[in-house]
T-cell receptor
């Protein structure tokens, strides 16, 4: 099976702009989660989608949003970008709770 | 609520030496435990997991981890490391009813020197 894919791999934006990141999970995986990774804060959970419904949400402001489509592909959107949003955004998919999560390579977002 | 503490941020070792990366966790519910590895400019890869049963779990590349319920620990060990094991290692927990939300430790950078 193909792994988790994320596009684009790199993005450079300026403050105030908005950005959309895309994630395609492993075939058959209905759970898709998003994490933000920064040197200072480590890995922080953003949200999880399961069968097109947001099942969990982390402690991020409303500028961060997401959605999931019927084919399980997911997008996350960040509006009104701030310098502190610069990070590696990781998408992960899973099938069963005990399988663990399978991560994509990430999208590195730089906000100038 | 769940939390994970990785007790060492950096662990330097020489090639062929043994290594232990320490992880403690806290949770009010039953959890699954995981170790992930991240190589530079890549996503995380699942290394091994503990769900139930035998407290010692092994990976295909020689790592093992032991679940200790009384000490709420899940330390990762390898008897002999290679240069290629240089990476960042993350310990994580998730509840057994919620696969999609994992809590990660801050990571341990393992540096294997020749």
């Amino acid at each position: 099976k193909a792994g988790v894919t994320q596009t684009p791999r790199y993005l450079i934006k300026t403050r105030g702009q908005q950005v959309t990141l895309s994630c395609s999970p492993i075939s058959g995986h209905r759970s898709v989660s998003w994490y933000q990774q920064t040197p200072g804060q480590g890995l922080q959970f953003l949200f999880e989608y399961f069968s097109e419904t947001q099942r969990n949400k982390g402690n991020f402001p409303g500028r961060f949003s997401g959605r999931q489509f019927s084919n399980s592909r997911s997008e996350m959107n960040v509006s009104t970008l701030e310098l502190g949003d610069s990070a590696l955004y990781l998408c992960a998919s899973s099938f069963l709770a005990g399988d663990g999560q399978f991560f994509g390579p990430g999208t590195r977002l730089t906000v100038l | 609520a769940q939390s994970v503490t990785q007790l060492d941020s950096q662990v330097p070792v020489f090639e062929e030496a043994p290594v232990e990366l320490r992880c403690n966790y806290s949770s009010s519910v039953s959890v699954y435990l995981f170790w992930y590895v991240q190589y530079p400019n890549q996503g995380l890869q699942l290394l091994l997991k503990y769900l139930s049963g035998s407290t010692l779990v092994e990976s295909i590349n020689g790592f093992e981890a032991e679940f200790n319920k009384s000490q709420t620990s899940f330390h990762l060990r390898k008897p002999s490391v290679h240069i290629s094991d240089t990476a960042e290692y993350f310990c994580a927990v998730s509840s057994n009813t919620n696969a999609g939300k994992s809590t990660f430790g801050d990571g341990t950078t393992l540096t294997v020197k020749p």
